[in-house]
């Protein structure tokens, strides 16, 4: 439903009070009138930016089969892609594993796995993927080797775990497996790393080993969708949004109106732009894996972008960390960077807060907090990341926070009125195309 159009709200005081504070530090007025986009012709960089994201992806499905995984000649490189199984072909791969673990048992070689690894230096950025990739290095897990025998114990227990639950056709969560044997896994941190492993080792997604993550992403805006055969609307989920469901395998019949898909990094700015119905002003979808993204929002968001081929604009604090959000979000994570196939979303565009935007906007000296030397090292590591070096607009806006070693939250806009996030920033960026 097209909303209507909203007469001109007069500033808050706050606002200009804001602006006279800052005038002497600003090229521009911070005291901004809120900014009208109800005029189709003022979102025409965002539909220039939607059709080039569609053209781009409809080339990357017409040579999804000739990629760079094939080497000069023409042969397969080995890397390790995994595939989405269901519980018949995880059942067969696990029982296969431990026939195989268990004839040589008996012909007096041991109990071992050949896994492979995931440490970072058997990684590597593949720039035609836009995405990390597993290489082909393997580590040998062996019971009889005092190094390995915990890890080969704590997988063996894994499986059989895993076996259960798809011979049921049954799920559970990363905390109640845990809970299964906490005197053998001691800490969930060991028994989820083990799932990566088992994943790794049987060739398949996290998901499909009927394991997931707790909920723990949200979605609100122009979508709709059916869940388990239930019809969601996400214009009707209120202030708190619509939860990411972890079997995104259940969703189906997505439809949007939507221009883009904004990605929030924190639950504040997210509960702000839903209750002042910001997907109502500039019609597109919001999403938020509050922090740290999960895969729940990192298969959803992938899903979306395949079937709308909608713009996707990040919204994260001008931190090192920020920015480490968006590129698990665009590259993947290298704990998991054998499912990049199926949890990377390249070609996110950074929207904000970025740090030229600190002076720009005008953000009072009290809300720009100094980097600690933690921060500042976390910066330096990430402009030497490939992701990084390929886009040289991110490159000098990295460089400039580090430099300045100053940074800021989404919520030092707040400091001009409480609405000047979804009133004049965003549209302001929407309209001039501010995103890089």
């Not at 938020?288 to 959803?300: C, E, I, M, S, Y």
């Not at 899903?303 to 590259?331: F, N």
Request: include cysteine; aromatic fraction near 6%.
């Amino acid at each position: 439903m097209v909303p209507k159009p909203r007469k001109r709200q007069r500033e808050p005081a706050g606002s200009r009070l804001a602006g006279k504070r800052n005038r002497a530090t600003s090229s521009l007025d911070t005291a901004r009138a809120p900014v009208s986009l109800e005029d189709a012709s003022l979102l025409g960089k965002l539909q220039v930016l939607r059709r080039q994201i569609k053209a781009k992806d409809e080339e990357k499905q017409r040579r999804a089969q000739d990629t760079v995984l094939r080497s000069n000649n023409g042969h397969v490189a080995t890397r390790v892609e995994v595939l989405e199984l269901n519980s018949n072909q995880v059942l067969a791969e696990l029982e296969r594993i431990m026939l195989s673990a268990a004839t040589s048992i008996l012909e007096g070689r041991g109990l071992s796995y050949k896994v492979p690894r995931r440490s970072a230096g058997n990684q590597e950025y593949v720039e035609e993927l836009e995405r990390i990739v597993l290489k082909e290095g393997i580590a040998i897990r062996n019971f009889a080797s005092i190094a390995s025998v915990r890890k080969t114990t704590i997988m063996t227990r894994v499986m059989q775990l895993v076996h259960e639950l798809c011979s049921r056709r049954i799920h559970t969560t990363k905390r109640d497996l845990f809970y299964t044997d906490v005197k053998l896994f001691r800490q969930q941190t060991e028994s989820d790393d083990v799932l990566n492993d088992v994943a790794c080792l049987v060739g398949c997604t996290r998901n499909s080993l009927n394991v997931v993550a707790s909920e723990k992403g949200i979605v609100v805006g122009r979508v709709t969708f059916q869940e388990d055969g239930d019809l969601i609307d996400c214009t009707r989920m209120g202030v708190g949004g619509k939860a990411i469901p972890p079997y995104t395998d259940r969703i189906t019949n997505i439809t949007s109106d939507a221009e883009f898909i904004l990605l929030v990094e924190k639950d504040a700015a997210f509960m702000r732009l839903a209750e002042d119905r910001f997907y109502n002003r500039v019609k597109c979808i919001i999403v938020t894996a509050k922090g740290q993204p999960d895969v729940g929002t990192r298969l959803f968001l992938r899903r979306l972008k395949r079937e709308l081929h909608l713009p996707i604009l990040g919204l994260v604090d001008s931190d090192p960390y920020g920015l480490k959000i968006l590129s698990v979000y665009m590259s993947g994570s290298k704990g998991m960077s054998y499912d990049s196939a199926n949890l990377a979303t390249p070609d996110i565009k950074w929207l904000g807060i970025r740090p030229s935007d600190l002076d720009r906007y005008g953000i009072p000296e009290q809300c720009r907090l100094a980097m600690t030397e933690n921060d500042i090292k976390t910066g330096k590591d990430m402009l030497e990341e490939d992701f990084i070096k390929k886009n040289p607009a991110w490159y000098h806006e990295l460089s400039l926070m580090v430099k300045r070693r100053e940074k800021a939250e989404i919520q030092a806009l707040s400091s001009f009125g409480f609405q000047y996030l979804t009133e004049v920033y965003l549209p302001e960026k929407i309209r001039a195309g501010d995103w890089i």
